[in-house]
């Protein structure tokens, strides 16, 4: 695609829920990366995958969160039994190698947890 | 890990001063410093970037100084524009991710 494509762009959930965030990356692009952005902060790491396996999920903040990329393409960010605290945009980003180069970001999914 | 600092948080100037954000970084593993520009409710997008065997870059109006000793570098913008105005960030990538700066709000006025 012509771009990093977030789906839902909003979405509303009730605490304990399930949620999952799709990220379809720009066609090509091997590194895939999740960020979450909290009003007024700068973006926090979560998972870097460099085709289809997670080379560095230390960011993720504990095992209610996972990730998946299956085919070294479109990615899952999934989030079990949600907490308000979860609430956030979380970001996307895909780049043709490692993190040295421009990162292309997508328009991100806002996740409120009520 | 990396920890990044930056400041102002915010910075207020007068169309056609410059402005100059500055950043800290603790790992001198450190290689790489981008800086993202994110204007409200947008996705960041890249600005310029510069690579640790360089002391300066400039593009146009805006300008990245990495002082590696020191570790700390800016982003410097000249003749600044009302669509300069938005949230700026600094990164440093010591190995395989950006590790983000908290960001400086930056408004041009008339």
């Known amino acids: 695609g012509a771009g990093v494509s977030q789906t839902p762009s909003n979405k509303v959930t009730e605490k304990g829920k399930y949620v999952e965030l799709r990220c379809d990356p720009i066609?090509?692009?091997?590194?895939l990366y999740w960020y979450r952005q909290s009003l007024g902060q700068g973006p926090e790491f979560l998972i870097y995958?460099?085709?289809?396996?997670?080379?560095?999920d230390s960011g993720l903040p504990n095992d209610r969160f996972f990730a998946v990329r299956p085919e070294g393409s479109v990615s899952t960010l999934k989030i079990q039994r949600t907490e308000r605290g979860d609430s956030a945009v979380y970001l996307c980003?895909?780049?043709?190698?490692?993190?040295?180069?421009?990162?292309?970001f997508g328009e991100g999914s806002r996740l409120t947890v009520l | 890990g990396e920890n990044v600092e930056q400041h102002p948080s915010t910075l207020s100037v007068q169309e056609g001063d410059s402005a100059v954000i500055k950043c800290t970084y603790s790992?001198?593993?450190?290689?790489?410093f981008p800086w993202y520009k994110q204007e409200l409710g947008k996705r960041p997008q890249l600005i310029i970037d510069?690579?640790?065997?360089?002391g300066e870059k400039k593009d146009q109006r805006i300008a990245v100084t990495l002082n590696k000793t020191a570790k700390h570098f800016s982003l410097h913008i000249t003749e600044t524009q009302p669509e300069d105005s938005a949230v700026y960030f600094c990164a440093a990538v010591p190995a395989s991710k950006l590790t983000f700066g908290t960001g400086t709000r930056l408004q041009v006025t008339l």
């Open positions: 995958f460099q085709g289809t396996g997670a080379a560095d």
């Open positions: 980003a895909s780049s043709t190698g490692g993190s040295t180069g421009e990162l292309f």
């Open positions: 510069i690579r640790s065997n360089v």
């Open positions: 066609s090509g692009h091997t590194a």
């Open positions: 790992d001198s593993a450190s290689n790489y």
